[in-house]
Each structure stands twice: as C-alpha cells, then as structure tokens.
C-alpha cells in the first residue's frame, strides 16, 4: 500500500531563513521544529524534504557545500530531539535566463519547484500516494507544488511566509490551511490524520 508522506521545505520552515548560506554555522532550526518532526517520526509518517537550492547553479559555492549544509540540518534535527529526516530530494538547477551559470547546474529542471519532479520521484523511490500527502513551505511556489502534485498546501507564517500573505512577496495563494509555523502545521496534519480525511 502506497503511504502518505510529509513533504518538507527547507529554509523558512526548518531552518531560519537568512538568503544563501554561505557559512554552515549559520543554518540554525526554527524553535520547535525538532520536536514537530519527531512527532511525525512516532506516527511513522514518511518525512521527506524537498528543497531548490540554486547556490551551485549560480556559481555560490559547491553540492558538496550543500551537502554539508544538510549533514549540519540533520545532525541538529537529531541532537534536539532525535528527529529524522526520511529522505532528503534537492534541485540544484536553474535556467540561464534565471540566473544559472555554472554549465553543470545551469539548466530548465523538472525538479525545480514548483514542478513536480521531486515529489513525483519520491513517491516512486518510497512508494507514497501523493494524494494523501501534504506540503509545507513558506512560499507561493510551494503551495502552487501541491496542488501541481495533488497533495494539500500549508503555508507556515515563518521565512517568507507573512511577507506572501501580506502581497509583499510572490502572488496570492490560497493554502489548504495557514499554519503559525511547523509546529502547528503538524498539529493540523496529525489532526487530519487521526479524524482520517
Ligand atoms: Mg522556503
């Protein structure tokens, strides 16, 4: 039986927000967000994140920079409250027109959100039904991933998410629910589960 899963964005919902990390010292987790994972964890829901990371495509620093960068996430995920992460898909392309410059990364993807890519490659490696799924992201391109994907959309209010909500940043967008922040996003999914819609 193909599973639900929790597909997680990255900066703004797990890490605070701060641009291009250029120095792993400054990627640090959102209060709470430990915890909120690991209750996804003891309810065996599949957590998987899902992340543009264009650094390597505009010529910022290396995947292996990236790489380290997700070593740092998970290790703190695990350190506040052993909290796993299941999966971990990253799109390091970006289109020339967008901004991509190194020849390696600089290309149309797929996988670039808010195309489906990831999810759809998730799902297959893992076995999960996206239509029972959920995303959570702090962008309009997030939530316009989920509908894309058939998942349901929730906008946490921290990164960029306030800044969409008050038409400052992206474009309207209308999510299955509005959450405080990854904490009460999961609060919702955990609700929805245990109520079986
Ligand atoms: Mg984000």
Sequence with gaps: MPQPAVFLDRDGVLNQEVGYIRDVENLNLIPGVARAVRRLNDRHLFCCLVTNQSGPARAYYSMEHVNHLHRRLTHLLHEEA????????????????????????????????????????????????????????????????????????????????????????????????????????????????????
């Excluded at 195309?115 to 962008?139: C, E, I, P, Q, R």
């Excluded at 316009?144 to 967008?173: F, K, M, P, W």
Aim: proline share 5%.
């Design 82 to 197: 052993r909290a796993v992460l299941d999966a971990i898909f990253v799109c390091p392309y970006l289109s020339p027109p967008e901004g991509g410059v190194d020849p390696n990364f600089s290309r149309w993807s797929t996988w670039r959100k808010p195309n489906t890519g990831m999810l759809v490659a998730a799902a297959w490696d893992y076995d999960l039904d996206l239509s029972s799924s959920f995303m959570v992201g702090d962008k309009a391109t997030d939530i316009d991933l989920a509908r894309n994907a058939g998942c349901r959309g929730i906008l946490v209010e921290t990164g960029y998410g306030r800044r969409v909500l008050s038409g400052d940043y992206q474009h309207e967008t209308q999510p299955d629910y509005q959450a405080e922040n990854l904490v009460d996003a999961v609060e919702w999914i955990l609700d929805k589960k245990r109520s079986g819609n």
